[in-house]
């Protein structure tokens, strides 16, 4: 199966915070190895479409970014979101299973 992770809190303050935050990332991601499917990006703005219209920003908190891993199941992707760096720096994940229907 595969789940989206979500990111959610605040971005680091500095470039020398973000830089060390992306090293952290990618050596996670290098313990991921073959679970990940889709390394993600962060996400930069967001609108909502509805019924209603459309409105500036997202429907609740702005998540920041995401990524897509594989995994038996959601209880084995949880086991692999809580070693995320970001959850070490106060920062949260909502795990999303896909449904694959293609």
């Keep these: 199966m595969r789940y989206m992770f979500l ?3 605040a971005a680091p303050d500095s470039d020398e915070q973000r830089d ?5 990332m990618a050596d996670w991601y290098g313990e991921l190895g073959s679970a990940i499917v889709d390394g993600g990006n962060p996400f930069t703005s967001a609108k909502t479409v509805g019924s209603n219209g459309v409105k500036d920003g997202p429907m609740g908190e702005m ?5 897509i891993v594989e995994a038996p199941d959601l209880e084995s992707a949880t086991s692999l979101a809580e070693g995320c760096p970001l959850v070490s ?6 795990l999303l299973e896909i449904l694959p229907t293609m």
């Design 63 to 67: 998540a920041t970014g995401y990524t």
């Design 20 to 24: 060390a935050g992306m090293k952290e």
């Design 7 to 9: 990111y959610y809190g």
């Design 89 to 94: 720096h106060g920062r949260e994940i909502q």
